[in-house]
């Protein structure tokens, strides 16, 4: 609330509970300067505009994201639903389906010698 272009000098009064203190020498002249505050500089705008482009696009990578996968799961459910039915598999018939393409899974039937 100072106005800009005049100087002021400042002194300090302390106050307690046994009443004031004798003042303080005088602070050298200080002109007020009007600043502006963090919100009008071009640097506060940069920022901004810089975190909205980037949430902007990470809503879009979402979403895109979110297409895909449902564009997928749209293909294997039509493509599981023409070949096998829904009832789940037994556990003989899982490592059948596996048998060809993980050979780890031989080694649960597989009995090791301990010496």
């Known amino acids: 609330m100072l106005r800009e272009g005049v100087t002021y000098d400042f002194r300090v009064i302390g106050v ?8 303080s020498a005088p602070s050298p002249s200080i002109s007020a300067q009007k600043v502006s505050p963090f919100y009008e500089e071009w640097w506060f ?4 505009a810089l975190v909205g482009l980037i949430f902007i ?18 293909k294997a459910d039509s493509g599981s639903h023409s070949n096998s039915t829904s009832l789940p598999l037994s556990h003989g018939e899982m490592v059948r389906l596996d048998e060809g393409r993980f050979p780890a899974l031989e080694l649960n039937n597989r009995r090791l010698s301990v010496k």
């Open 57 to 74: 696009l990470l809503l879009v990578f979402i979403l895109i994201i979110r297409g895909q996968s449902k564009k997928y799961t749209k």
């Open 45 to 48: 705008l940069v920022v901004i």
């Open 16 to 23: 307690n509970d046994y009443g004031y203190g004798s003042p």
